[in-house]
């Protein structure tokens, strides 16, 4: 009975294995069917034949250099470092770890920076896209025009001594007008007073929590309940305060408000 159960055990692995030898060669056997063409894609260095094939490559090279930094560009020439920062303390003080998730976020803080920067990138469509995809201003130019806006929007959220202390370290004669401050001095500037910023709001949002958490460790501690880690108690309060103040319409409307 062994031996037979054996035998067709041994029956099926050989039809399995011939099911799987015609399923591989029928491509093979099927060679008169028309094959799909892929394409050949080559990357080469060719000579110039006119100082415009110059102009041209360098301004590919150009436009792929500012995507790649075009992440950098949004972080820390617009209000997402700010909001970020916030939403980052919130999460934190709320001890919540990952509620809500790195990506919610990241994805919100994105849709209120397009959401606060929109007046601006408005301003550089019109006086700069616009006009240079239309032929009537060139590159240059363009990035001139693009540039205002963006500097106008950093001066407003950049604090004097920010601004004072960056001019001095780069040994710049003192600076009689806005115009007169370069943008690669006004943009460190920007970024440490928006870091500034947003470590004043987080201070702010930590004080009701942090009360709580004394509230409830004092409790706790008045018990005799030693062992009872007493975030585990307060995180519902925390939670339960968030809710009944309507936190995300306080904090948003913070944030944005802080922009004005």
Partial sequence: MSQRMNNVKLGQYQVLILTIIMVLACPIVAGAAPLIPIPNINVGVEQ????QDVALSLQVLLMLTVLSLAPSILIMMTSFTRIIIVLSFLRSALATQNVPPNQVIVGLSLFLTFYTMSPYFDQVNQNALQPMLAGTMDQQTAMTEAVKPMREFMFKQTRE???ALFVNLSEMPRPNAPEDVPTSVLIP???????KTAFQIGFLIY??????DMVVASTLMAMGMMMLPPVMISLPFKILLFILVDGWHLIIRSLVSSFV
């Fill in 48 to 51: 110039a034949n006119s100082p």
């Fill in 161 to 163: 001594n920010d601004l």
């Fill in 189 to 195: 500037a920007f970024i440490i007073s928006e870091l």
């Fill in 207 to 212: 004080i009701p929590f942090i009360v709580i």
